[in-house]
């Protein structure tokens, strides 16, 4: 992103909020020196604070102040954060700099989605004990061409994280990206959701990080991210529950199922711990139960038939085992 100012102690704090919200400064410009061609770099959005007269800005030109050709012609995204007034280390100033952290914060997804479109259906993948195998033996059956992003929600410590997305990332067609702020929920992919950033899906389709912990006994918590997604994408949003102990899960199960979404389960018999599909079937009737391969056919037929007819497919299933 650019920085545009009129002082260089007004230049510092932006670029830093900037960097913590994720963005790259690629310039950084004063209104006073600053010509039209140093406008018109590439990048994906502007922040300005200025409060320099017209006249005193944009030396190559004689009818339009740098900030006034910015709104006017910049196809980006322009901030305006009006600090002039402000005393540094004052409660006032404190609070502009959260407000403009939450607008860098909200920038990046905003960014992001004008380089990619959001998935039109999603698949929770939930799992805990022995989850990683029967995970990725599913996704190594899952076609390639299935128009679908995957959420993998597992219960594993934080320090495990980087091992779990690499172990993912070769596990089938769809390449793994971390679940992480500004990222937005794209078909073909498979995010994980880390148990050391609790994020939530905006409306839009990105995801934001709350900063909070994982409420309950369980990080990252399966019920409260399938809530969350569920009402996103209502009767697009389909979740699948694996092996493993507890019964996180199930309640996501019934949010699911409330917005007309599928609701399939590993068939305990082939589970490493059962107590999580288990808790899916007690707590509902799911729509389908198999292995892990089997899963991943009936899923293959789901999309298919989604992709023939351009609506979901709610037929019953059977059983696979």
């Avoid at 507890?246 to 979404?261: F, K, L, T």
Wanted: charge should be negative; aromatic fraction near 6%.
């Amino acid at each position: 992103m650019g920085v545009l100012v009129d002082a260089l102690q007004r230049q510092q704090p932006l670029q830093h909020m900037a960097r913590m919200a994720g963005h790259q400064v690629v310039t950084s410009l004063n209104v006073q020196t600053c010509t039209l061609s140093d406008l018109e770099q590439a990048v994906d959005a502007w922040i300005v604070d200025s409060d320099t007269p017209d006249d005193e800005s944009l030396a190559a030109s004689d009818d339009q102040d740098a900030v006034t050709w910015l709104l006017e012609h910049a196809a980006v995204p322009v901030i305006l954060a009006h600090s002039h007034e402000l005393v540094p280390g004052s409660v006032a100033y404190a609070d502009w700099l959260r407000r403009i952290a939450e607008r860098l914060e909200r920038l990046r997804g905003d960014v992001n989605l004008q380089q990619a479109n959001t998935a039109p259906y999603v698949w929770i993948l939930a799992a805990s004990t022995g989850g990683p195998a029967a995970v990725k033996t599913f996704l190594s059956s899952v076609a390639a061409n299935a128009d679908v992003a995957f959420v993998y929600v597992q219960h594993i410590d934080s320090q495990y994280g980087h091992t779990l997305l690499r172990m993912m990332s070769s596990a089938g067609h769809y390449p793994a990206f971390a679940a992480s702020h500004g990222r937005v929920l794209q078909g073909g992919e498979l995010l994980l959701v880390d148990a050391a950033s609790r994020v939530e899906l905006l409306d839009n389709g990105t995801f934001r990080d709350t900063r909070a912990e994982w409420g309950g006994d369980y990080a990252p918590a399966i019920d409260q991210v399938v809530a969350n997604i569920a009402r996103v994408y209502r009767e697009r949003c389909g979740l699948i529950v694996f092996t493993g102990m507890g019964n996180d899960g199930a309640a996501g199960a019934r949010m699911v199922r409330q917005w007309d979404g599928q609701v399939w389960v590993q068939s305990p018999s082939s589970c490493t711990s059962a107590s999580m599909p288990e808790a899916v079937i007690d707590s509902i009737s799911a729509d389908f139960e198999g292995t892990p391969v089997a899963l991943a056919e009936q899923l293959n037929r789901y999309m298919k038939a989604i992709s023939a007819t351009g609506h979901s497919p709610h037929e019953s299933t059977t059983a696979a085992n």
